[in-house]
């Protein structure tokens, strides 16, 4: 239908864009990850598994990578817990109103991530709105110093910003349910508690395993939320990978570990991939 | 406006049914959304075992009545009863009514087994109850070599038998189908009209027809509620809808017809050069005269009590085993004829019919 030479033009610049800009620093990546630092602060070339070896020895190393995944898992609980009735209410309940509250839940992502994560800094700070209002009640005496520079701030503002993201693809399925599958539920005797574990939540499986890649993923490779609201024992993987490539200045070290969070990540997206495809009737 | 109230006298019961227990009773039911008027004052009862056909165009009402009988829509005004209870107020899941759907709305991710299994699982029954009645309902729908398949994985006339046997699993008192044979193409419908028939005798249980399909409605029907724009037009059994037309538009809607407009005075009728006795009273008069009930006049004399006219043959469309004939006859009066196909020329003709194959009908005014 259309000529080769048309199809080398349209094909070519996204392939060289690709390669340029996608494969090539990845390989890149992965040749730094077998080199290392000399004393001299240069790159040796030198071929060895030495940095991944580093990665299993050192303790910090391999414990930040399980505590960022255990705060993804949280996040991806949460976001699920939160985003999930929000998508069916939406979906089956909200009538006339559905556009209106679809926009709003659209809208916090149109803000700035830096502006929503200072936010909750001015929210659980020991003189933040939070704080101050807990002892004006004279609920607690003193600032709650977990609030702030803890897992659980990182938690909280992770679920916070990733909420739309795990709601989205369940909205998506829940809406794509035909409503008459609903109706023969319910002809067939089937309460409607009975009808959403026996159909509505079978068929909306696709986008909570969407929903809950999407928020483990996008968590798992933050760095600004821990960096701004962390503190020393909220700091996750990504933290180290930033200061290995700077003030540490380890690039081998680093891209080793970007490498296995790499790997983590694709293989992560092929299983929710399958488990989608399996739970999926259309 | 030509309103039909139908109290069981002039609804047509055939003899068979006139001595069984009214089912179902619609009373006085309406329903709008917004300033739309979808329904306006239907009254209709369903007797033990009947199959009732709600016929009628798109648009007419006859889904919304069914969806207001299985529960997913609420009626505005009136009531439902099934028997001494007061169905209208129950949610669908309480009611003894079980639907099958125009699409099937087969549960994609559970097996036929598990589809048809769907309602005696929900009511708990136990499960050494549920195989044996979901075989014996796959069996009747001859699908059991089916049972593991996923819906995706069968063809539309095998998920049509799927829905009817989900449905009848659970021993419902009155199923209700909603225009099922439409996605189906004309050989699988016809066939399936037959099956569907003997299956309603066979369990006995009352059917609840929808379909825009006047021929589907004549094959299988006890009974046909004709609805048009929200109100029912003639409630009676295909024979009597046929034969003895209570308006312009049944008469129309179901087969082909002559409507004649005439005037009656002092016991004659006439309808332009037609003249013809009838006891009437006097004023404006409008008649249905079928096709088949006119014929090509032989011999001199026409007989006691017909009516002979001449005309032109202007169109002849070969149907089969019958021919429609379009004559104009001499004052400009077009009749359709239905003959004996025997094709022929477009010729002059005489055309016969008998004064009583004329029926009265009331005007059907346009409605809003």
């Known amino acids: 239908m259309f000529s080769r030479a048309y199809k080398a033009a349209v094909t070519l610049p996204p392939l060289v864009w690709v390669t340029v800009f996608l494969l090539m620093p990845y390989l890149l990546m992965f040749c730094y990850s077998f080199w290392s630092v000399s004393a001299s602060q240069t790159i040796e070339h030198s071929w060895n598994l030495a940095n991944y070896g580093q990665l299993l020895r050192v303790e910090v190393y391999w414990q930040t990578l399980l505590r960022s995944m255990w705060i993804a898992a949280r996040v991806t609980i949460f976001s699920l817990l939160l985003g999930y009735p929000l998508a069916y209410f939406l979906s089956f309940y909200a009538g006339s109103k559905k556009d209106l509250l679809y926009q709003l839940v659209i809208i916090p992502l149109w803000v700035s991530y830096l502006v929503r994560a200072y936010a909750w800094k001015t929210i659980l700070g020991s003189d933040g709105v939070l704080n101050t209002l807990l002892q004006y009640v004279h609920l607690t005496k003193h600032p709650l110093e977990f609030l702030l520079y803890s897992p659980f701030a990182v938690v909280l503002t992770l679920t916070h910003i990733y909420t739309p993201f795990a709601f989205l693809p369940i909205y998506a399925a829940l809406e794509h349910i035909p409503r008459n599958l609903v109706e023969a539920s319910h002809d067939l005797g089937a309460t409607p508690g009975q009808t959403f574990w026996k159909v509505i939540f079978p068929l909306s499986i696709p986008g909570v395993v969407a929903g809950a890649t999407f928020a483990f993923v996008l968590s798992l490779g933050d760095f600004l939320a821990p960096l701004l609201l962390g503190g020393p024992s909220g700091i996750m993987i990504s933290n180290i990978v930033v200061s290995l490539f700077g003030a540490a200045y380890n690039w081998p070290l680093g891209a080793a570990i970007s490498f296995c969070m790499l790997l983590l990540v694709v293989s992560l997206l092929f299983f929710s991939e399958r488990l989608e495809k399996k739970w999926s009737f259309s | 406006m030509a309103t039909i109230s139908t109290p069981p006298s002039i609804s047509g019961k055939s003899g068979n049914q006139a001595a069984s227990a009214t089912l179902l009773s619609i009373r006085n039911v309406a329903k709008h959304f917004g300033k739309n008027v979808v329904l306006r004052d239907i009254s209709l009862d369903v007797a033990e075992g009947e199959f009732l056909t709600i016929l009628g165009e798109s648009g007419s009402g006859k889904t919304t009545l069914l969806r207001i009988i299985a529960g997913f829509e609420t009626a505005s005004a009136g009531e439902v009863w099934m028997g001494e209870e007061r169905l209208d107020r129950q949610p669908p899941y309480r009611r003894r009514v079980n639907t099958v759907f125009q699409h099937y709305a087969l549960f994609p991710h559970l097996t036929v087994e598990q589809n048809v299994a769907y309602g005696l699982r929900v009511a708990k029954r136990p499960e050494a109850e ?21 819906p995706s994985k069968i063809s539309g006339g095998q998920q049509q038998r799927i829905a009817l046997a989900r449905a009848l699993v659970n021993r419902p008192r009155l199923l209700l189908l909603d225009e099922p044979l439409s996605a189906l193409d004309a050989n699988l419908r016809r066939q399936m009209q037959v099956e569907l028939k003997s299956l309603q005798r066979e369990v006995g249980i009352s059917f609840i027809f929808v379909t825009h399909d006047q021929e589907e409605a004549m094959v299988m029907s006890d009974r046909i509620a004709l609805l048009r724009s929200g109100e029912l037009e003639q409630v009676a059994t295909p024979r009597e809808i046929y034969g003895r037309p209570a308006t312009a538009y049944a008469a129309q809607f179901i087969g082909h017809t002559n409507l004649l407009k005439g005037e009656v005075r002092a016991g004659m009728v006439r309808c332009g050069v037609l003249t013809w006795a009838a ?21 001199n004399t026409a007989m006691a009590g017909s009516v002979r006219i001449r005309g032109k043959v202007r169109h002849r469309a070969f149907h089969g085993a019958t021919e429609l004939i379009r004559v104009e006859c001499d004052d400009g009066l077009v009749l359709v004829v239905r003959t004996p196909g025997s094709g022929g020329a477009l010729n002059e003709v005489e055309l016969e019919f008998s004064s009583a194959d004329a029926v009265l009908v009331r005007e059907s005014p346009e409605r809003v």
């Open chain 2, 130 to 150: 549920i195989a044996p009645r979901v075989e014996e309902a796959l069996a009747k729908v001859k699908m059991s070599a089916h049972a593991k398949s996923k």
């Open chain 2, 279 to 299: 006891v009437l009273p006097d004023g404006p008069a409008l008649f249905s005269l079928r096709p088949e009930n006119i014929r090509l006049a032989a011999g």
